[in-house]
């Protein structure tokens, strides 16, 4: 079974700045997928970014980007030049590959961005 | 982009009654669908993988009688609070994938069930 680690429950980032989530998983597939979602107070999840475990390239969106180590397990998030509407709560999850795989989420980080 | 559509998105019922959650592909067909709960500050659980035409899939602990789960087109699944109780309170979302391996999952907006 895939289990994902979140270890900080909580953080804070002035506007402006940058912060950096951390997940970790654990995982004997060889191909899978892994994700970060936002969700925002509406608990509405979004989508953040997204990474293939067969990519050695980080993804990037925009302010966001991920610092993908496979052979250490970990898929962190940085965030740059946060803004208010970056509060939320960041989850990490995981999905084997294949057409009927499920997301295995992470506990979460609750993310606040001050002035 | 693909849309998936919770309904309702919140619902009070009083102990013993049942509710039902439709979640719904707007513009794409969906043979498996995935149904979560989260509690309050806490992060989604899977309940349930629904399978268009078949039976679902539970996780463990989650009590097969009490959740019911109907996939009955490639577009709707249905997810029913047999004989609520107030610990059934809860905020239920489903989710649902494109068809292919590298499709993303879309998320409904979440259903808020309240047990009185």
């Known amino acids: 079974a895939q289990t994902v680690t979140q270890s900080q429950p909580e953080m804070s980032v002035q506007e402006a700045e940058t912060v950096t989530l951390s997940c970790t998983y654990d995982?004997?597939?060889?191909?899978?997928?892994l994700f970060w979602y936002k969700q925002p107070p509406s608990r509405q999840m979004i989508l953040v970014i997204r990474?293939?475990?067969?990519?050695?390239q980080n993804a990037t969106e925009n302010r966001f980007s991920v610092n993908f180590q496979k052979a250490a397990k970990s898929f962190s998030l940085k965030i740059s030049d946060s803004q208010l509407g970056d509060t939320a709560m960041y989850f990490c999850?995981?999905?084997?590959?294949?057409?009927?795989?499920?997301?295995?989420f992470g506990t979460g980080t609750r993310l606040q961005v001050t002035l | 982009g693909a849309v998936v559509s919770q309904h309702p998105s919140w619902v009070i019922c009083k102990s013993g009654t049942s509710v039902k959650i439709e979640c719904r592909s707007l513009?794409?067909?969906?043979?498996?669908m995935f149904w979560y709960r989260q509690f309050p500050k806490q992060s989604l659980m899977l309940m349930a993988t629904?399978?268009?035409?078949?039976?679902?899939?539970?996780e463990q602990g989650v009590e097969k009688d009490k959740f019911l789960i109907n996939h009955a087109s490639l577009t709707l699944s249905t997810l029913t609070v047999t004989s609520a109780h107030p610990e059934d309170s809860s905020f239920y979302i489903c989710?649902?994938?494109?068809?292919?391996?590298?499709?993303?999952?879309?998320f409904g907006n979440g259903t808020r069930l309240t047990v009185t």
């Open positions: 995982t004997s597939e060889n191909n899978y997928y």
């Open positions: 513009d794409f067909q969906a043979t498996t």
């Open positions: 989710s649902a994938r494109d068809a292919g391996a590298d499709s993303p999952l879309h």
């Open positions: 629904s399978n268009e035409g078949s039976k679902a899939t539970y």
């Open positions: 990474q293939e475990a067969y990519k050695q």
């Open positions: 999850a995981f999905m084997k590959g294949g057409t009927a795989s499920k997301l295995t």
